[in-house]
């Protein structure tokens, strides 16, 4: 319409950057990969997903002996109660929540990213980064689609007997063809950690310790598990005799690739660093590149078919919407607020 004297109502969004970000809030997180461990301490490329940290300084009220007050990870002066970590775990997206709270190795690659948001952010509000219009624009989006996306869910529940085992096997026949798996180490690890920015002397000790770790573990009958539960130091692979599960092979670090891939089945690599200290690694098993079975395909195909589902249902719900309420605009005025 072009009438000048039509007034402008409705949304203080376009309607379809709405619909847009009801759609991105009605889907599902990404599946964890068939077979894989999400997460595994510092031998995956992939981190754990970003929020906003929750974290405090050491410029902050010492809680001392109170429970929750006691320190899970910190850098510097950033550090992560266990308190703190409860709470994130506690207010989590529910497939985030429940892989935390069954993963260990997945909630210590949580710990480390929250402190390390919490590092750089401290950076960026000391330097006024936070007060930039652009910057403050993006961060007020992101609040509305947090909203959005809670809003959404409460309008769109997931039905839990959705989908039926029928509809996984049609959907599994009808994309058999794209379900493919990469190739995946079944992996075991000893880990030596090195604090960050390790004086030399104290990286060249950690690397020899590895080195004769690695010696034990290639004695005749020498059990990698049980050395893996006495002498490794991270702490969630530890109690598993180092078991990190299965791992695909595009996801690991390039450093731990290299070694792996060079190393056959049942063999142990050579002490490999990775950002959090010396790996010892041995090759517990290995299933080559193919397509997935549709146990394996079935967490992929669940939250498909259930996002497809959900779209659909805001899909009808913006249409209701609007044909209820319909947004008027102003084209005349629309083409003056961004004319030069």
């Keep these: 319409m072009t009438d000048e004297s039509v007034a402008v ?9 709405v619909l847009a970000l009801f759609l991105v809030a009605a889907g599902d997180p990404p599946p964890a990969t068939p077979g894989g461990t999400q997460n595994a301490p510092a031998l995956r490329t992939d981190g754990t997903q970003s929020a906003a940290p929750a974290a405090t300084s050491s410029s902050s009220p010492a809680a001392n002996g109170v429970p929750g007050s006691e320190v899970v990870a910190q850098r510097g002066d950033v550090r992560l109660t ?16 429940a892989q935390l709270e069954s993963n ?21 509000e000391a330097k006024g980064w936070d007060q930039r219009p652009e910057v403050a624009q993006r961060a007020n989006d992101a609040r509305d689609a947090v909203i959005l996306q809670s809003y959404v869910a409460s309008l769109v529940p997931q039905d839990p007997l959705y989908p039926t085992d029928a509809d996984l096997q049609a ?41 004769d770790l690695r010696a034990q573990a290639l004695k005749p009958k020498a059990d990698f598990a049980a050395l893996a539960r006495k002498a490794s130091q991270e702490a969630s692979t530890a109690p598993k005799g180092g078991d990190v599960g299965w791992l695909p092979e595009n996801q690991l670090l390039p450093a731990v690739r290299e070694a792996v891939t060079k190393t056959p089945e049942n063999g142990v690599t050579e002490p490999v660093r990775a950002p959090d200290g010396w790996h010892v690694i041995r090759v517990l098993g290995v299933k080559p590149a193919g397509p997935m079975t549709l146990d394996e395909a079935k967490p992929q195909l669940v939250q498909a078919l259930r996002q497809a589902r959900r779209q659909q249902a805001v899909r009808a719900y913006v249409e209701t919407l609007l044909r209820q309420e319909p947004i008027q605009l102003n084209e005349i005025e629309l083409g003056k607020a961004i004319a030069p």
Excluded: W
């Design 9 to 17: 109502s409705g949304p203080r969004r376009h309607c379809l950057a």
């Design 82 to 97: 266990a308190a703190q970590l409860r709470d994130l775990v506690a207010n989590a997206e529910p497939g985030l929540k």
């Design 104 to 124: 260990p190795a997945m909630l210590a690659d949580f710990a480390r990213q929250r402190v390390l948001n919490a590092s750089l952010l401290a950076d960026a």
């Design 171 to 211: 959907a599994y026949d009808a994309n058999k063809g794209r379900l493919t798996a990469p190739k995946r180490y079944h992996l075991a690890q000893i880990v030596v950690t090195v604090p960050a920015n390790a004086p030399p002397e104290v990286e060249g000790a950690a690397r020899q310790k590895a080195a």
